[in-house]
């Protein structure tokens, strides 16, 4: 059921980003990432629409996709702003995750250079949660105006 609510979700936020002005701007206030497909459909349909990204809290796991897709020029982040990454994983059908080593580097290997150094800095992608925040953050990304 919450598969379907957050899918419905999805498809009403790309469909607004159809008809929302360029002048526009999406606000990320809290996400804790998911399925990576549709953050990756989703954040497409941003960089063409020309919008920019205010990253206003916790966008974690497939939600730091962002980063890769929209222009880093597009993008800022506000005192509440926190991105976490962690390596690839899936789920088996038993609800047991697994590491998929191979999206990890490509994963890695997709996100700006500032963001790889920091994420390389810390240790690499892993299991563990890294948070990306406060001064760090706005070292790579410009505090939204």
């Known amino acids: 059921m919450q ?14 980003l ?5 002048a526009a701007e999406i606000r990320i206030i809290q996400s804790p990432g998911g399925q990576v497909g549709p953050f990756l ?18 966008c974690l796991s497939a939600c730091t996709l962002v980063l890769s ?8 982040v506000t005192k509440r702003a926190v991105l976490g990454f962690h390596a690839a994983r899936s789920v088996d059908r038993r609800g047991r995750f697994y590491a ?21 800095r810390r240790g690499g992608l892993s299991s563990r949660l890294l948070l990306l925040k406060g001064r760090d953050l706005a070292a790579i990304y410009p505090r939204c105006r």
Do not use: Q
């Not at 998929?100 to 390389?120: F, K, Q, T």
């Open 18 to 22: 159809a008809v929302t002005p360029a």
């Open 41 to 58: 459909d989703l954040f497409e349909k941003v960089r063409e629409s020309g919008e920019r990204v205010v990253i206003d809290g916790p």
């Open 69 to 76: 897709i929209v222009p880093g020029e597009r993008i800022c």
């Open 3 to 16: 598969r379907i609510t957050f899918l419905k979700a999805l498809m009403l936020a790309s469909a607004l």
């Open 100 to 120: 998929e080593p191979e999206a990890s580097v490509a994963v890695l290997a997709a996100y700006p250079g500032p963001v790889r150094d920091w994420i390389s």
